[in-house]
């Protein structure tokens, strides 16, 4: 029989609703975990946001401070997806508060943001997820597993892309987004702190790395009401736009291996275009999130004219069978939040980290830091 886990959302925009929704499919795809979330508490400063969020999803009660959440003995676990300049005062408050955290990445506007929450969770003995999603597709789990079994023979380098539209209109509002003091590092934080999970995920820690970044749309109105999302905004007053709308990374692995990272917010025409290519002495291996359940892959003896292959990942690999009974059945980006709740819940439930924990967050805010000085002075730096 599961045990009922009480869970509280702080922060209810768009991931604030995908995390609710990953907690109530739980039970769907996992029926044996044991644990079962009960949604106890929402918090969002935006009047009436909390209270759409309960009548539709069941939250027990609401508020506008999350402070409140923290002090609720009711609450075990915490979503925390408010914006990034709260992660750390947010994350480090309800760990020390005796609550387990899945909180979303970047973990602040700094790596000694995302250190300062890793280190409560570590001193308060709680569990801390990050929504670090991608990893979890079965596809990249595949990739991953396909590469240390050496089938590709030695990585020789990497490609890795982050391409969206999402900033490209010139209406988008200024929000919290586009500011250094509330947003931190613009695109490097939304997009190519996901790169760097990736890339670590397959080939391991990264050594050093020179990097370019460039502010394509310099201004953007300001809003004059809440937003949620991507929202435009016309008529407003100008503002800066004072981070980063791309990023384009060269990078050195600690195994050798050699790499690329390219991440933008304003690419007018791609829509969600992420993914990578991995090479080998003896192949690769291709991932595009838009066919998420696919993985092209070379492999063999050929070298020269070695064709690629479409594979799709069926119930062997990852999570998939927790989803779908058969190879090619399409699972989508929601359900890779539903694997990140469940290996949250089990982590609690069995006491010991399963998936993204802070220490990936650290790395990726270090190596989102370095690249920012290397775009700075124009050098290599070297990742401790």
């Given at each position: 029989?599961?045990?009922?886990?009480?869970?509280?959302?702080?922060?209810?925009?768009?991931?604030?609703?995908?995390?609710?929704?990953?907690?109530?499919?739980?039970?769907?795809?996992?029926?044996?975990?044991?644990?079962?979330?009960?949604?106890?508490?929402?918090?969002?400063?935006?009047?009436?946001?909390?209270?759409?969020?309960?009548?539709?999803?069941?939250?027990?009660?609401?508020?506008?401070?999350?402070?409140?959440?923290a002090a609720d003995p009711r609450v075990r676990a915490v979503s925390i997806t408010a914006p990034n300049f709260l992660h750390r005062e947010i994350g480090v408050a309800m760990a020390r508060a005796g609550k387990h955290i899945w909180i979303e990445k970047p973990v602040g506007?700094?790596?000694?943001?995302?250190?300062?929450?890793?280190?409560?969770?570590?001193?308060?003995?709680?569990?801390?997820?990050?929504?670090?999603?991608?990893?979890?597709?079965?596809?990249?789990?595949?990739?991953?597993?396909?590469?240390?079994?050496?089938?590709?023979?030695?990585?020789?380098?990497?490609?890795?892309?982050?391409?969206?539209?999402?900033?490209?209109?010139?209406?988008?509002?200024?929000?919290?987004?586009?500011?250094?003091?509330?947003?931190?590092?613009?695109?490097?934080?939304?997009?190519?702190?996901?790169?760097?999970?990736?890339?670590?995920?397959?080939?391991?820690?990264?050594?050093?790395?020179?990097?370019?970044?460039?502010?394509?749309v310099p201004e953007r109105a300001r809003p004059t009401g809440a937003t949620a999302g991507h929202s435009r905004a016309t008529g407003g007053e100008l503002g800066p736009v004072e981070n980063e709308d791309y990023v384009n990374c060269l990078l050195r692995f600690a195994s050798?291996?050699?790499?690329?990272?390219?991440?933008?917010?304003?690419?007018?025409?791609?829509?969600?275009?992420?993914?990578?290519?991995?090479?080998?002495?003896?192949?690769?291996?291709?991932?595009?999130?838009?066919?998420?359940?696919?993985?092209?892959?070379?492999?063999?003896?050929?070298?020269?004219?070695?064709?690629?292959?479409?594979?799709?990942?069926?119930?062997?690999?990852?999570?998939?069978?927790?989803?779908?009974?058969?190879?090619?059945?399409?699972?989508?980006?929601?359900?890779?939040?539903?694997?990140?709740?469940?290996?949250?819940?089990?982590?609690?439930?069995?006491?010991?980290?399963?998936?993204?924990?802070?220490?990936?967050?650290?790395?990726?805010?270090?190596?989102?830091?370095?690249?920012?000085?290397?775009?700075?002075?124009?050098?290599?730096?070297?990742?401790?």
């Amino acid at each position: 029989m599961a045990s009922t886990l009480g869970v509280a959302v702080v922060g209810f925009g768009w991931m604030g609703r995908v995390h609710t929704q990953a907690y109530a499919r739980i039970a769907h795809h996992y029926p044996r975990l044991g644990l079962r979330p009960e949604l106890i508490r929402v918090a969002e400063e935006v009047p009436g946001r909390a209270e759409e969020a309960a009548a539709q999803f069941g939250f027990a009660s609401t508020t506008r401070d999350w402070r409140e959440v923290a002090a609720d003995p009711r609450v075990r676990a915490v979503s925390i997806t408010a914006p990034n300049f709260l992660h750390r005062e947010i994350g480090v408050a309800m760990a020390r508060a005796g609550k387990h955290i899945w909180i979303e990445k970047p973990v602040g506007l700094t790596a000694e943001d995302a250190g300062a929450v890793a280190d409560a969770v570590a001193e308060a003995g709680v569990q801390g997820t990050v929504g670090f999603n991608y990893r979890n597709a079965p596809a990249v789990e595949a990739a991953r597993e396909l590469i240390a079994s050496g089938e590709i023979g030695t990585v020789t380098h990497v490609r890795v892309r982050l391409f969206s539209d999402y900033a490209a209109h010139p209406e988008g509002a200024l929000t919290w987004r586009y500011e250094r003091a509330r947003g931190g590092s613009g695109v490097l934080g939304d997009l190519a702190s996901h790169g760097v999970d990736l890339a670590r995920f397959l080939l391991g820690d990264i050594a050093s790395l020179t990097a370019d970044t460039a502010v394509f749309v310099p201004e953007r109105a300001r809003p004059t009401g809440a937003t949620a999302g991507h929202s435009r905004a016309t008529g407003g007053e100008l503002g800066p736009v004072e981070n980063e709308d791309y990023v384009n990374c060269l990078l050195r692995f600690a195994s050798g291996a050699r790499g690329v990272l390219e991440a933008c917010r304003v690419s007018v025409g791609e829509q969600n275009n992420y993914g990578f290519e991995v090479h080998g002495t003896r192949g690769a291996v291709f991932w595009d999130f838009r066919r998420m359940n696919e993985l092209g892959v070379s492999r063999g003896t050929t070298y020269q004219d070695q064709p690629v292959s479409t594979v799709y990942v069926g119930p062997g690999a990852g999570e998939y069978g927790a989803f779908q009974p058969g190879a090619a059945n399409g699972m989508g980006y929601d359900d890779l939040k539903v694997v990140e709740a469940y290996r949250f819940l089990r982590s609690i439930d069995e006491g010991t980290p399963y998936g993204t924990t802070l220490t990936d967050a650290v790395r990726s805010a270090a190596a989102l830091e370095a690249m920012t000085r290397s775009a700075e002075t124009g050098t290599w730096v070297d990742l401790a």
